[in-house]
């Protein structure tokens, strides 16, 4: 009987110890949701960070979402329904420019050159910028950044946007590639997937990169609101170490390797049209090589925000982005 009695003992401890090895690990884990502009290969990084398992080393686990526009993303930022938002930089200058006490702070760079493409009717490989005079191109909305980017390409290459080239802007977002397909301008402007597609299916080609043409620009980053980088330093630590061991990876590996990491991300797009994604991206230089930006790219930024007419007065570096985290993943992962 005694026997019998340390026998079931037994049971339930191994079985206690089972139920903890297999759920503990998942209890310990702190959710962080992180809420994204857009879900796209452009930020492949963070993707590499998800699927390989770098968040949950650093003791997170990622709840994603999708804003699908900066100013969504930025309004569950300050809401409190994320706690972490992946954006433009120019969200936290519009905020800040608000006077608003809780705005919006960087502590991660992910894309350091839009992820746009100008796609037109015919492969042009000796394309110049000039040759849009006179021409219609599908932009984007007044005020965003592709729009922004693409106005100010015009003006660096002499061009004044909507009296040298026809500049359309009342499509939505979703509706551009569309439009062009079914005859609508001479050009567009289009992300990856898209852009890629249209090739593919044989309804355009890609004739030059917005972000080789406009510069070094902090088009995506991280951010947090003040209040919550202040409350969890800890965390914002963890999730920039693990972010940047995504960006080391990218960095290491082919446009294959990380086409087939993050293809789950991505499962209705082909493997090979994604390879080809990623591979575009890598070419220019897209992402970063550590998560600390730099503020001559905020400099630029603010002169596109400022050539298109659309910042009230220029934000101090120091006060919408804090390197601290990201120097310090840089100096522990070295």
Known sequence: MRKLKMSIALILVLGLIGACLSGCSEKQLQTIRLNEVVHSAF????????????????????????????????????????????????????????????????????????????????????????????KTVIGGRPGGMPQMVFEYILKKNGLK????????????????????????????????????????QNNGHVVASLGTASGMVPYTVFMASKKFIEENPETIQKFTNAFYKGQIWVKEHTAEEIAEVIHPQFKETDIELLTKIIKRYKDQDTWCETPVMKEESLTLLQDILESSGELDKRVPFEEIVNNEFGEKAVQQLQ
């Open 161 to 200: 946007p909507f009296e040298d080239v026809n500049i359309i802007t009342n499509l939505q977002f979703t509706a551009t590639a569309g439009a062009f397909v079914g005859g609508m301008g001479d050009y567009t402007i289009e992300f990856e997937p898209t852009a890629s597609t249209i090739e593919a």
């Open 43 to 134: 930020y492949a990084p963070q993707y590499v960070a998800i699927e390989k398992g770098f968040f949950e080393e650093e003791g997170l686990k990622i709840e994603l979402t999708s804003g699908w526009g900066a100013d969504k993303s930025m309004t569950a930022l300050i809401a409190g329904d994320a706690d972490i938002g992946m954006m433009g930089t120019e969200a936290a200058i519009y905020v800040y420019n608000q006077g608003k006490d809780n705005y919006g702070v960087v502590f991660a760079q992910q894309t350091q050159r839009a992820g746009n493409f100008l796609v037109g009717r015919e492969e042009d490989p000796d394309f110049k910028w000039t040759d849009l005079k006179g």
